[in-house]
C-alpha cells in the first residue's frame, strides 16, 4: 500500500470515528418546535370509531424519519359526548391497549377537550391512533407536533 493509500484509510477511519461520536452524542436530543408541525389531515376533521391505525409522521407531518419520540398537542371534539365516552388516544405500538397519551371530549356536546404529551415513536418514527366516537363522522381532531427527540 502507498503513503497516499496509507493515509487516506487513516483519515476515513477517523471520519468514522468522528461520525460515530457525534451520532452517540446528539442521540436523545430534543428538538423544539416555535411553530407547530401541522397536516390537512388532523386540522379538525371529522373522524369516527377506529381501530389502532398508524401515522406516518414523516409523510403527514414533515416529521424527520427514525425519531424516538414526539411532543404532542391534540384537541377533540364530539357532537354526543355528552352521552357518551369519546376519546382520542395515542401510541408508540401497534397492537394490545397500552397508550402514551389520552385525550377526553367535552362531556359537553362540541366543545373541545385538550391534552399534551409526549409519545414514543416506533422504530420507523411513527405513532398510531384509536378513536371512540359517538357516531359516524362526529369527532373532530386537532394534531400538533411541538416537538421530537432524535
Known sequence: MSNFDEKTVDRIKRLEREVERLRVKESGKF?????????????????STTAKTKIDLSAVF???????????????RDSASAS???LFQLSGISTGT??????????????????????P???????YYQITASGTGTMDI???IWGYWL
Open 31 to 47: 428538538i423544539a418546535l416555535t411553530a407547530p408541525l401541522t397536516s390537512t389531515s388532523w386540522d379538525g376533521d371529522s373522524f
Open 62 to 76: 414533515g416529521v424527520p424519519a427514525g425519531v424516538k419520540a414526539v411532543l404532542v398537542k391534540t384537541s377533540i
Open 84 to 86: 357518551s365516552a369519546c
Open 98 to 119: 397500552k397508550y402514551s397519551l389520552t385525550t377526553l371530549a367535552s362531556p359537553v356536546n362540541d366543545r373541545n377537550g385538550y391534552s399534551q404529551g409526549i409519545v
Open 121 to 127: 415513536c416506533d422504530a420507523n418514527g411513527d405513532i
Open 142 to 144: 386537532y394534531l400538533e
